[in-house]
């Protein structure tokens, strides 16, 4: 095996271990908040929990397959995962459902918080240093010594739930966005949009639309992010 080869399969495993926790607690989040209100069915489930292999073992084409695959054929990964609920419950308690749908992009945005933090500290210990120009998706500083494994796997971890927050916000269905709004509307324009929601191919529709749109909304997300993590250092 040569070195490139090794230098891959860690990166591929970074990547993959990142990813497997950074859905996992993205779905945890909506069974824990659907279950705190009032639908236990996630949680009768064993998805209220940081343990992967009950959301693998629900999804594992989005969980397992499909970013090893993303991976091979471009160097970086997607996928999806998704948490039970009852349908019927989230009709009567269409706002509790759109708690529940923003728990999920809520423990992204945790994740991100934490992650940048974490780099902070290091640049402020010493472990870490930026160089002006940096921002790749793996590479957000540049680490001394012992502190260099860490920089992949907190550039994944701030990058990939920074656009896994953005991605699921995007107010189409069937990505969390969608279920968010009815936390804002009145019950009789909840009721038409719960009709909307259920029209046949909508979910294709959406998914088409936020493939399209996303970059141009994630670009400039990202950058103020950066500019945020990098501030008083350039």
Same mark, same amino acid.
């Given at each position: 095996?040569?070195?490139?080869?090794?230098?891959?399969?860690?990166l591929?495993?970074? *990547?993959f271990?990142v990813?497997l926790?950074s859905?996992?607690?993205?779905?945890?989040?909506h069974?824990?908040?659907?279950?705190r209100?009032?639908?236990?069915t996630? /949680?009768?489930g064993g998805q209220?929990?940081?343990?992967?292999l009950p959301?693998? #073992? =629900?999804?594992p084409?989005?969980?397992?397959?499909?970013?090893?695959?993303?991976?091979a054929l471009?160097? *970086?990964?997607?996928?999806?995962a998704s948490?039970p609920?009852?349908?019927?419950?989230?009709?009567?308690?269409?706002?509790?459902?759109g708690?529940m749908?923003?728990a999920?992009p809520?423990?992204?945005?945790?994740l991100?918080l934490?992650a940048?933090l974490l780099? =902070?500290?290091?640049i402020a210990?010493?472990?870490?240093?930026?160089?002006?120009?940096m921002?790749?998706?793996? #590479?957000?500083?540049?680490?001394?010594? *012992?502190a260099e494994?860490?920089v992949?796997p907190?550039?994944?971890?701030?990058?990939?739930?920074?656009l896994l927050?953005?991605?699921n916000?995007?107010?189409?269905?069937?990505l969390?966005?969608?279920?968010i709004?009815p936390?804002?509307?009145?019950?009789?324009?909840?009721?038409? /949009?719960q009709?909307?929601?259920h029209?046949?191919m909508l979910?294709?529709?959406g998914?088409?639309?936020? *493939?399209?749109?996303?970059?141009?909304?994630f670009?400039p997300?990202?950058?103020?992010a950066?500019?945020?993590l990098?501030?008083?250092? /350039?």
């Open positions: 095996m040569t070195g490139v080869e090794a230098d891959t399969i860690v591929g495993l970074t *990547w271990l990813f926790f859905t996992t607690l993205h779905e945890a989040g069974a824990f908040a659907a279950w209100l009032g639908d236990p996630a /949680y009768e209220v929990s940081l343990n992967p959301h693998i #073992q =629900r999804e084409f989005g969980m397992l397959l499909v970013p090893l695959i993303t991976f471009q160097g *970086w990964m997607m996928g999806w948490a609920y009852d349908p019927n419950w989230a009709h009567h308690y269409p706002k509790r459902a708690i749908a923003l999920g809520a423990a992204n945005l945790i991100v934490l940048g780099i =902070r500290v290091g210990a010493g472990w870490f240093y930026y160089v002006p120009g921002g790749s998706f793996t #590479q957000l500083v540049i680490g001394n010594g *012992w494994g860490a992949v907190l550039s994944l971890l701030f990058t990939l739930n920074l927050f953005v991605f916000l995007l107010p189409v269905p069937p969390d966005g969608s279920a709004l936390i804002f509307l009145s019950d009789s324009a909840n009721s038409k /949009y009709e909307i929601l029209m046949p979910s294709l529709i998914l088409l639309i936020a *493939w399209k749109v996303f970059p141009f909304i670009a997300v990202s950058d103020l950066l500019r945020m990098y501030l008083g250092l /350039y």
